[in-house]
């Protein structure tokens, strides 16, 4: 059998002699000091060559992702030697459904900041943006709290999650920000929905005291706007630490980022729903908002996708990328017509669309990409060997330092 | 009831040092159990003395009534995973134990005393000692047999390993680990259940409630080693109890009692340690300069684990991660960007709202 890093030396501690290359690729004969990730194992390496340590890779196809799936030429990061149990994954794929948990991440952010936006235009003079941001709101919590419950392997045990309070517990925060904010949002859009005659008079069929109370909706109203606004931004931003507090190392890895993609996301998505929706004339706050939150996106999204090195890869191939490229044209198309032509009627409902669709796809590429790197070891061993050798690294200096002290 | 052992350390006690990660020198204390609870137990699994033979993951499996999968998890398959003895494949909903196989070879260049049959060298060693004049193929046997627990035995003389040619020959060994739910002192699982489901037990185990899981999974995504996972045709998350029903009745987990070679052991948890610490000594005096205990150390990102290995390799060699951390271990950092993102939501809103008309 053949090893094309190992050259049958006996020197059995040198490190770059156990032909474990996972990559040995053109250059599979590196000079010693290349690969500092392998370390000396007795010069031991899996029997039968280089290629059954390799990961299969089946032909990419179009959006396939798998096992270290993707687009070798626009690898950022230089494959590095590693070893793996016969190329299988080493933490677990997440469960969760798709496309219904991203469809989740895309309607908690649009509706926390279309409930903010409702509560403010209650009292800003801006009813018709009111009525639809507090439709907007009310409509995506509720299907919220519908995507969140059929993702359940056990749907009917759902109340479940609200049997204990646990701040370490994401998903528990989470059933916390959501049941109120699905309970105020609705109770808003409700209060809207009886204020309109035939509705009332429906109504009144099952509640026959409806109209008696009728004086009091619009002040019901407001108050469960504002409430259902108090928790609208938790709403949109938890969601990213739902993913970041996780063993999928390109979503943990981000986890400092994650939060404001998320918060600009859900700023575009919202904004750009009730601009769409919404007379020119009362959707200013739409507009800035909107724009901001794209903004604020790209920037996060840049850090995200550039800054990490092996663990960025994840969020450049395979249909993650394909998800985060149309991601970033729509956004950016979407806040070209918002600026330019967004006190148009027309420009106002393209920009808002395709703001939303862009919303829609950054958080499936944010889920695909965190999936992806779940299905290669590459992405768990290379960075924690690297943390591990740099922590190594750091205890010599400390101790160095030390004894320079004594001395 | 007992809401208090199902939350996590992070909420409890008075001491706010390492909890959310670091070492934690009693975890049920800590998950609120009285000062009489049972000593925290767990496994060492020294793989330097397992021979594969699976008896372990028979054992979980018929104890547990768990169902049959294939080596990729799908329920009710029996496959073949096509790289090795190892059909398991991996830990998951309805294997609680897996061994995995790992077949190595490396070129040797070593100047040989014969060339000839594997073990050939033993008989040079026995004569050396020139104890058994009559019958000196019995005493290599008696030797080997002896030896099967040292250093030599894993690094030269093993029976496994085989030398084959003179000069650039190639030797084969076979390493085997039972891996097994790790039951860590910061166990992510735990740490991110909604329900409650999970809890630390007062043996310091981390086991599923069944009546309560709902199947959110996401302890599945949490677990830095990938053990746990939901059983598809049930929608629950499974994995390894240690056996709560067989301890609770002063019993070892099935898997420990089965296991031949004594290569699972079970006990309490400081024992353990004090037994592995030993074993490595001896294994490295005796040359085994690769052997290495893995979840042993106590500072680590899980803050050490319960049920802990000797290695002869590295870790991700046997599928294991290098360097697993609680990913609780960041979630201060991830609250304070998610309400900071949140604020900035309210805030850029609100300043929409200013200035001029339209």
């Given at each position: 059998m053949?090893?094309?890093?190992?050259?049958?030396?006996?020197?059995?501690?040198?490190?770059?002699?156990?032909?474990?290359?996972?990559?040995?690729?053109?250059?599979?004969?590196?000079?010693?000091g290349?690969?500092?990730?392998?370390?000396a194992?007795?010069?031991?390496?899996?029997?039968?060559?280089?290629?059954?340590?390799?990961?299969?890779?089946?032909?990419r196809?179009?959006?396939?992702?798998?096992?270290?799936s993707?687009?070798?030429?626009?690898?950022?990061?230089?494959?590095?030697?590693?070893s793996?149990y016969?190329?299988?994954?080493?933490?677990?794929?997440p469960?969760?459904?798709n496309?219904?948990?991203?469809?989740?991440?895309f309607?908690?952010g649009?509706?926390?900041?279309?409930?903010v936006?409702?509560?403010?235009?209650?009292?800003?003079?801006?009813?018709t943006?009111?009525?639809?941001a507090?439709?907007?709101?009310g409509?995506?919590?509720?299907?919220?709290?519908?995507?969140?419950i059929?993702?359940?392997?056990?749907?009917?045990r759902?109340?479940?999650?609200?049997?204990?309070?646990?701040?370490t517990?994401?998903?528990?925060?989470?059933?916390?920000?959501?049941?109120?904010?699905?309970?105020?949002?609705?109770?808003?859009?409700?209060?809207?929905?009886?204020?309109?005659?035939?509705?009332?008079?429906?109504?009144?069929?099952?509640?026959p005291?409806?109209?008696?109370?009728?004086r009091?909706?619009p002040?019901?109203?407001?108050?469960?706007a504002?409430?259902a606004?108090?928790?609208?931004?938790?709403?949109?931003?938890?969601?990213?630490?739902?993913?970041?507090?996780?063993a999928?190392?390109?979503?943990?890895?981000?986890?400092?980022?994650?939060?404001?993609?998320?918060?600009?996301?859900?700023?575009?998505?919202?904004?750009?729903?009730?601009?769409?929706?919404?007379?020119?004339?009362?959707?200013?706050?739409?507009?800035?908002?909107?724009?901001?939150g794209?903004a604020?996106?790209?920037?996060m999204?840049?850090?995200?996708?550039?800054?990490?090195?092996?663990?960025?890869e994840?969020?450049?191939?395979?249909?993650?990328?394909?998800?985060?490229?149309?991601?970033?044209?729509?956004?950016i198309?979407?806040?070209?017509?918002?600026?330019l032509?967004?006190?148009?009627?027309?420009?106002a409902v393209?920009?808002g669309?395709?703001?939303?669709a862009?919303?829609?796809?950054?958080?499936?590429?944010?889920?695909?990409?965190?999936?992806?790197?779940?299905?290669?070891?590459?992405?768990?061993?290379?960075?924690?060997?690297?943390?591990?050798?740099?922590?190594?690294?750091?205890e010599?200096?400390?101790?160095?330092?030390?004894?320079?002290?004594?001395? | 009831?007992?809401?208090?052992s199902?939350?996590?350390?992070?909420?409890?006690?008075a001491?706010?040092?390492?909890?959310?990660?670091?070492?934690?020198?009693?975890?049920?204390a800590?998950?609120?159990y009285?000062?009489?609870h049972?000593s925290r137990?767990?496994f060492?699994?020294?793989?330097?003395?397992?021979?594969?033979?699976?008896?372990c993951?028979?054992?979980?499996?018929?104890?547990?009534?768990?169902?049959?999968?294939?080596?990729?998890?799908?329920?009710g398959?029996?496959?073949?995973?096509?790289?090795?003895?190892?059909?398991?494949?991996q830990?998951?909903?309805?294997s609680?134990?897996?061994?995995?196989?790992?077949?190595?070879?490396?070129?040797?260049?070593?100047?040989?005393?014969?060339?000839?049959?594997?073990?050939?060298d033993?008989?040079?060693h026995?004569?050396?000692?020139?104890?058994?004049?009559?019958?000196p193929?019995?005493?290599?046997?008696?030797a080997?047999?002896?030896s099967?627990?040292?250093?030599?035995?894993?690094?030269?003389f093993?029976?496994?390993?085989?030398?084959?040619?003179?000069d650039?020959?190639?030797?084969?060994?076979?390493?085997?680990?039972s891996?097994?739910?790790?039951?860590?002192t910061?166990?992510?699982c735990?740490?991110?259940?909604?329900?409650?489901?999970?809890?630390?037990?007062?043996?310091?185990?981390?086991?599923?409630q069944?009546?309560?899981?709902?199947?959110?999974g996401?302890?599945?995504?949490?677990?830095?080693?990938?053990?746990?996972?939901?059983r598809k045709?049930?929608?629950r998350?499974?994995?390894?109890?240690?056996?709560?029903?067989?301890?609770?009745?002063?019993?070892?987990?099935?898997?420990?009692?089965?296991?031949p070679?004594?290569?699972i052991?079970?006990?309490?948890?400081d024992?353990?340690?004090?037994?592995?610490?030993a074993?490595?000594?001896?294994?490295?005096?005796?040359?085994?300069?690769?052997?290495?205990?893995?979840g042993?150390?106590?500072?680590?990102?899980?803050?050490?684990?319960g049920?802990?290995?000797?290695?002869?390799?590295?870790?991700?060699?046997?599928?294991?991660?290098?360097?697993?951390?609680v990913?609780?271990?960041?979630?201060?950092?991830?609250?304070k960007?998610?309400?900071?993102?949140a604020a900035?939501?309210?805030?850029?809103?609100?300043?929409?709202?200013?200035?001029?008309?339209?």
């Open positions: 053949t090893t094309p890093s190992s050259n049958g030396h006996p020197a059995a501690d040198d490190a770059h002699l156990n032909g474990r290359s996972l990559d040995a690729g053109p250059t599979g004969n590196e000079p010693a290349e690969a500092p990730l392998v370390a194992a007795g010069g031991w390496h899996r029997a039968g060559g280089t290629d059954l340590t390799q990961p299969k890779r089946r032909k196809r179009k959006g396939g992702g798998g096992w270290g993707g687009n070798r030429e626009a690898a950022m990061v230089p494959d590095a030697e590693f793996s016969y190329g299988r994954q080493i933490v677990k794929t469960t969760w459904k496309p219904e948990v991203p469809l989740y991440l309607l908690g649009a509706a926390g900041t279309s409930s936006l409702g509560a403010l235009a209650e009292f800003t003079d801006r009813p943006l009111a009525r639809n507090e439709y907007v709101a409509a995506a919590a509720l299907g919220s709290v519908v995507l969140l059929d993702d359940l392997g056990r749907p009917e759902f109340l479940h999650m609200l049997r204990v309070f646990k701040p517990s994401p998903l528990s925060v989470g059933s916390y920000i959501l049941s109120p904010f699905s309970a105020f949002t609705s109770a808003a859009a409700g209060f809207r929905l009886l204020e309109l005659a035939p509705l009332l008079k429906l109504g009144t069929k099952v509640l005291f409806l109209p008696a109370l009728a009091f909706f002040g019901a109203r407001k108050a469960s504002i409430a606004a108090a928790f609208g931004g938790p709403m949109a931003t938890y969601t990213a630490v739902l993913l970041s507090n996780t999928a190392p390109s979503w943990h890895e981000v986890h400092t980022e994650l939060p404001y993609v998320f918060a600009g996301s859900a700023m575009a998505a919202g904004g750009g729903i009730t601009m769409a929706l919404t007379p020119v004339a009362e959707a200013g706050p739409s507009r800035k908002t909107a724009l901001t794209v604020l996106e790209l920037f999204i840049n850090k995200v996708e550039h800054g990490h090195g092996l663990l960025s994840p969020y450049h191939e395979g249909k993650a990328g394909t998800l985060m490229r149309a991601a970033k044209k729509a956004t198309t979407g806040a070209a017509f918002t600026a032509l967004g006190r148009t009627r027309a420009g393209i920009g669309t395709l703001l939303a862009g919303s829609v796809m950054t958080r499936m590429g944010v889920f695909e990409a965190g999936i992806a790197s779940t299905k290669d070891p590459k992405y768990i061993v290379i960075p924690q060997k690297e943390r591990m050798a740099a922590r190594k690294a750091g010599a200096v400390a101790e160095d330092e030390a004894r320079s002290v004594v001395r | 009831m007992t809401t208090v199902s939350a996590s350390p992070s909420l409890e006690g001491d706010s040092r390492n909890r959310l990660f670091g070492p934690l020198p009693d975890v049920s800590d998950a609120g009285e000062e009489d049972p137990v767990g060492f699994t020294d793989t330097s003395v397992c021979i594969g033979c699976k008896a993951e028979v054992a979980c499996k018929e104890w547990n009534t768990l169902p049959m999968d294939d080596a990729n998890g799908v329920l398959q029996m496959g073949m995973s096509g790289m090795s003895y190892d059909n398991t494949g830990l998951g909903a309805n609680w134990r897996h061994v995995s196989f790992i077949e190595q070879s490396r070129s040797v260049d070593l100047p040989m005393p014969t060339i000839g049959m594997p073990g050939a033993r008989h040079d026995g004569h050396d000692h020139g104890a058994n004049a009559i019958s193929q019995a005493d290599s046997v008696l080997a047999q002896t099967v627990l040292n250093a030599e035995a894993l690094s030269e093993d029976p496994q390993t085989s030398v084959t040619g003179g650039g020959g190639t030797q084969i060994r076979w390493l085997m680990s891996d097994v739910c790790k039951h860590c910061h166990a992510g735990l740490d991110v259940c909604p329900t409650g489901a999970l809890f630390r037990t007062e043996f310091g185990t981390v086991v599923v069944g009546d309560i899981c709902n199947g959110c996401y302890c599945v995504s949490a677990c830095p080693y990938g053990v746990i996972d939901v045709d049930d929608g998350a499974f994995k390894c109890t240690m056996c709560y029903d067989r301890l609770t009745d002063g019993l070892q987990p099935a898997c420990a009692t089965a296991c070679t004594q290569s052991q079970f006990g309490d948890l024992e353990l340690q004090a037994r592995a610490d074993r490595l000594a001896t294994l490295k005096s005796q040359g085994v300069e690769t052997a290495r205990l893995y042993r150390d106590e500072s680590d990102g899980v803050g050490g684990v049920a802990f290995f000797l290695l002869l390799d590295e870790p991700e060699v046997y599928g294991l991660p290098p360097d697993p951390i990913t609780t271990r960041d979630l201060p950092a991830m609250w960007a998610a309400a900071t993102g900035m939501i309210v805030g850029v809103v609100a300043s929409s709202f200013l200035g001029r008309r339209r």
